[in-house]
């Protein structure tokens, strides 16, 4: 599961898993270590005569297997009328090891009309309760015996929940089922994870399951299909309807079963013998193996690189509207929002398809060939795939932008743990399965693995993985299955590495100290943890690199183990060092400060090994006008890494020496990042002599990213002329010209260009729409309070209208809230009649709290606590 890179966004140790404690190993780091102790004297205590209260602490068990699912063979149908799934399921199952008469199938929001043993007639008893259904099978089965099960049922997918990663857990959506939206596609998509397919088909919905399928789905003719595995045959039934007979025959995961239906354009090719199929809707064709970038050179790489080839009979790829996250690695049939989909100008320079592609490819080894047994351990499946996307961006477009994503994912992690707290990464003590989807799971997932690559070295970290994988290929696995593997290849014990990064919460905060004892001839390197250790362990053990650049050019390297709370290190040196590096692979997991001088800044820029130097020296030098400084500001607008050009645009004094470096970037760069960065610079110069390239741009540039900026900068240096650009742009469809030229009429002030957001507005969602409809609102709140009443309704349409995807509903919500905010400023400032402001915004607020009413979205609901705004 991909997070939502566009969502609309704690500890008890595992002390029963599997009776094993966590705490032996990190004892023996401790034993003979003197920690900080803070002695204090009080009067003793009166005694407490209140009994003591002991409570276990939370945990979620993987769930426990009475029955073992062979195989699940699946007849569906649709009522797209009434949004139901007409089905016919035939279960083989055998009582995973104990004898039993009773089966238990998860099965929610069912009517069930028979539940048969296969070859007989007679109904089988059973109790429903509305999300299981309990069923007396009339005799003894023990795990010697194959019971073949039928079922005939109609299904009504609804939601009882969701999360920030998942919004929903429906399971089953129908889209536009009536065609209704004039302009939207009709659709049928599923969503499993984590335990939503047993909404739409009886099964044991458990990650530690696992099972073969076949699935024969009936549909008008006019619909293409998708499933797991290949498809077998298509059968037209002459009514106008064909059924499709989708077959899997390795076993994998219930909530990795799937389903896709809709009017598809399908681009086909082979990699390696095996098909590989990109579904887009017709308009997009041309385009398909642009946004789903790579994939079959990526199924080449990850298969070299874990000397495993990819283990399943087909890839194909789907994208879908209104989904509910951001992508799913169904086994051998990906699903993607519709964000990623878009023309070769609205697609040019990103690179979130190809991570997205990448994560969700690289899960078909750590998610649907190796299983997580229980949720509490999903990391080992969504924190590698998060590492894909390094590893990928390291082959493909070197270490410097691997390195920029993996700060990002740092950062992400810090600040989630700073907003939420922390938790460990295998978490047996959440409160609700959903919660695991979090930045704790991703980010720092890939994060511990890079640091265990950067320990281990690159030969034995992908030993290590293929042995995981090939001892574990189509079973369900917990977190020390993966420590053995690692312990197998290398031959040492990690049980360190594990307790403190997988079984206990949180990460090093570290204050570096860095001198030079003359007198000694030695470089000192003081280290302090300071991580609070009430929330996770006083002392990490940090196996770490530190160079020392001396005045000669040479650099000594020392590998050292911080394994205290204070720490000293002291080397032997011929003269200052120019610079110490602690850290030099810039591979922890940590926050640290450090007493570096702007001037050891500066070297470390020019002469740091790894990306993270010169970002941290760029970062540590900003806001400073020293000379050297700058130069170093200077000398970054030609970084070989373009996250570092974009920075260095912002840090440089856009002065006579900096403009027309930038000027180039704009106009030649070959990053899209840094020419919209370096056109919001010129832009901001205000220097009209720089217009000439903003007019290039938006009659030239391929990439639309780059005319929106382009257009930008004109608004700042050429205004008339930037408006009659947009009035010739007007046709564009593209969600950044469009919303380009939505920023500039909405600063104009003028109601005339209300029709424009009206004509536009459907073809934008996502993040996007929000600041559509804002700048909509915004502009309407200008006009007459006709005229706010008009648009007010219209966002009020938008925002109790559930088929809209909840973007689009919370983009409403706010507008309408954007225009209140309006109207009291109106009032404040005696901008007309006071008692019609007063009824107009009075109105607004009525509507706020009808619209909260209607809404059914949990994650919604929360978010519109926040309104009215202001009160």
């Known amino acids: 599961m991909s997070r939502n890179l566009l969502m609309l966004s704690v500890v008890a140790l595992g ?73 016919k399921a035939t279960l083989r199952l055998s009582p995973y090891f104990y004898p039993t008469d009773q089966l238990t199938l998860d099965a929610k929001g069912f009517e069930f009309h028979h539940i048969r043993q296969v070859g007989s007639d007679e109904e089988l008893p059973y109790t429903y309760d509305g999300q299981q259904v309990h069923i007396e099978l009339g005799k003894t089965w023990t795990r010697h015996d194959t019971l073949d099960l039928w079922i005939e049922y109609t299904a009504r997918p609804s939601a009882s929940g969701g999360s920030a990663a998942i919004t ?58 998708l499933s797991n595995g290949l498809l077998v045959r298509s059968t037209d039934n002459g009514d106008g309807t064909r059924t499709d007979y989708w077959r899997m025959d390795l076993p994998h995961a219930p909530y990795l079963f799937m389903l896709a239906i809709g009017d598809y354009a399908i681009v086909r090719e082979e990699w390696r013998g095996k098909p590989v199929e990109y579904y887009v809707e017709h308009p997009y064709a041309a385009y398909a193996k642009q946004i789903y970038p790579h994939t079959p050179e990526m199924l080449s790489f990850f298969s070299d690189l874990l000397d495993l080839e990819y283990p399943w009979p087909k890839f194909s790829q789907v994208v879908v509207r209104d989904y509910v996250s951001g992508a799913m690695e169904n086994t051998t049939a990906v699903i993607y929002g519709d964000f990623i989909q878009g023309t070769d100008r609205e697609i040019a320079g990103q690179d979130i398809n190809e991570k997205i592609v990448a994560h969700e490819m690289f899960h078909h080894w750590f998610g649907d060939l190796v299983t997580c047994e229980s949720w509490a351990n999903l990391t080992l499946q969504e924190g590698f795939a998060n590492y894909s996307e390094y590893l990928w961006t390291e082959h493909k477009h070197g270490r410097d932008q691997a390195d920029a994503h993996l700060n990002n994912e740092l950062q992400g992690y810090l600040s989630a743990a700073r907003r939420g707290g922390v938790h460990p990464l295998i978490h047996y003590g959440y409160e609700d399965k959903e919660d695991m989807f979090d930045a704790h799971s991703y980010n720092k997932g890939g994060l511990v693995l890079h640091m265990l690559r950067t320990y281990v070295g690159d030969e034995a970290f992908f030993a290590a993985l293929h042995k995981y994988l090939t001892d574990n290929a189509y079973t369900e696995v917990e977190a020390d299955e993966l420590r053995l593997a690692f312990e197998d290849v290398t031959g040492e014990d990690l049980n360190w590495f594990w307790d403190q990064w997988y079984f206990s919460a949180g990460h090093p905060e570290l204050d570096i100290q860095y001198d030079y004892d003359a007198e000694a001839g030695e470089a000192v390197v003081a280290v302090e943890q300071l991580q609070d250790p009430e929330k996770m362990p006083p002392i990490f053990v940090l196996p770490v690199t530190i160079d020392i650049y001396l005045p000669d050019d040479t650099i000594q390297s020392h590998k050292v183990r911080v394994n205290e709370r204070k720490q000293t290190f002291r080397f032997a040196v011929p003269a200052r060092p120019e610079l110490i590096n602690f850290d030099a692979d810039k591979a922890l997991l940590c926050v640290k400060t450090e007493n570096k001088t702007p001037e050891q800044y500066v070297y470390q820029y020019f002469h740091g090994k790894r990306w993270l130097d010169r970002y941290e020296a760029l970062s540590a030098l900003a806001g400073s006008d020293s000379p050297e400084a700058v130069a170093v500001f200077r000398a970054a607008l030609e970084d070989p890494a373009p996250s570092l050009r974009t920075l260095a645009i912002d840090l440089v004094p856009k002065d006579d020496e900096s403009l027309p470096i930038i000027a180039r970037l704009a106009a030649e760069d070959p990053d899209i990042e840094v020419r919209m960065s370096a056109f919001g610079a010129l832009g901001h110069s205000g220097n009209p002599a720089y217009a000439d390239i903003a007019r290039q741009a938006v009659e030239t540039a ?124 109106r009032m404040q400032a005696g901008d007309g009649d006071a008692e019609a402001l007063k009824a107009a915004d009075e109105a607004l607020l009525q509507m706020m709290e009808e619209i909260k009413a209607a809404e059914t979205s949990p994650q919604l609901k929360a978010l519109y606590n926040n309104f009215p705004d202001p009160k």
Not at 22 to 50: C, F, I, S
Not at 177 to 195: A, F, L, N, S
């Open 15 to 87: 002390l029963l898993s599997g009776c094993k404690t966590r705490q032996a190993t990190l004892g023996t780091e401790l034993e003979h270590r003197q920690l900080d102790t803070l002695v204090v004297t009080a009067p003793a205590p009166e005694a407490d005569t209140t009994p003591e209260t002991f409570t276990l602490p939370r945990y979620n068990p993987s769930a426990t297997r009475r029955w073992d699912l062979h195989h699940t063979r699946l007849e569906l149908a649709f009522d797209w009328e009434n949004e139901a799934v007409l089905g």
């Open 168 to 225: 929903s857990d429906k399971g089953l959506y129908f889209i536009n089922p009536r065609g209704e939206t004039p302009g939207k596609p009709r659709q049928i998509w599923t969503q499993g994870e984590t335990e939503s397919n047993s909404r739409w088909f009886p099964t044991i919905d458990k990650p530690n399951e696992r099972c073969t399928q076949e699935i024969l789905v009936t549909v008008d003719t006019v619909f293409e299909t």
């Open 702 to 825: 391929q990439a639309y990213r780059v005319v929106g900026a382009a257009l930008q900068a004109l608004v700042e240096l050429a205004p008339q002329e930037a408006l009659a650009y947009a009035k010739k742009l007007e046709s564009e469809d593209s969600p950044y010209i469009v919303g380009t030229i939505g920023e500039l009429y909405a600063s104009s002030g003028d109601p005339q260009y209300l029709p424009f957001f009206e004509k536009k507005m459907d073809q934008i969602d996502g993040f996007a729409i929000i600041n559509f409809l804002d700048q909509y609102a915004g502009l309407a709140s200008q006009a007459d309070l006709e005229t706010v009443a008009r648009v007010a309704q219209k966002l009020k349409a938008i925002a109790t209208d559930a088929s809209l995807s909840p973007w689009r509903r919370f983009a409403a919500m706010r507008g309408i809230n954007t225009m209140h905010a309006s109207l009291r400023q």
